[in-house]
């Protein structure tokens, strides 16, 4: 899952927030180098990752952008679920995304100085840039997939993506249909331990 899905399986715990949105910037070990809360987000954070990439609906997903991305159709789907989840009606409204993301960016706020070093550069085009809040439209999806393409050592493009996402979006509205409420209970299971 992509950054709005990390923050929102956070549960409002700031720690955990903190951890689920900075786990792909700590490698291994690294991680004890931070206090148990957020050491608690960080694991999360790869629980839902392991969830995510070996899910069915997610591999069925992932179908639609391989022929063209092959291993990075993953990074793709992550970034699709983001947006069937900040048009979720049944988890986020207009207004309540907005407020969610203003949050969200004020507790990473809060926790600047414990951020590691390149997410700490990241943040503030995060939040100029309302990432959380512009996975909601088709606009920041192309953005989005585009950032994917500047962090990938292999890819040139996002063009084709985007289009392959226009072409199938009523498929992978189903694939997020079946595989984001699922996502939600494993994810409780690791937050209210």
Known sequence: MNFLAHAYLSFNEPDILVGNMISDFVKGRKKFDYPEGIQKGIQI????????????????????????????STAFVDVTFDYFLA?????????????????????????????????????PYMKSNNWLYNYRTKYGIERSFG?????SQYLEESDTAFQIFND??????????????QLVSYAKTFAHR
């Open 45 to 72: 954070h790869r629980n839902i990752d392991e969830f995510t990439d070996t899910h069915q609906a997610t591999k069925r997903a992932m179908q639609v952008y391989k022929p063209a991305y092959r291993l990075y």
């Open 87 to 123: 048009n979720d009606k049944s988890i986020f409204s207009d207004a309540s995304l907005f407020d969610f993301s203003r949050s969200v960016y004020a507790t990473l706020e809060q926790y600047f100085d414990q951020l590691p070093g390149p997410f700490r550069m990241m943040f």
């Open 147 to 151: 950032g994917v393409v500047r962090r």
């Open 168 to 181: 199938n979006i009523p498929y992978l509205q189903e694939c997020y249909n079946v595989f984001f409420p």
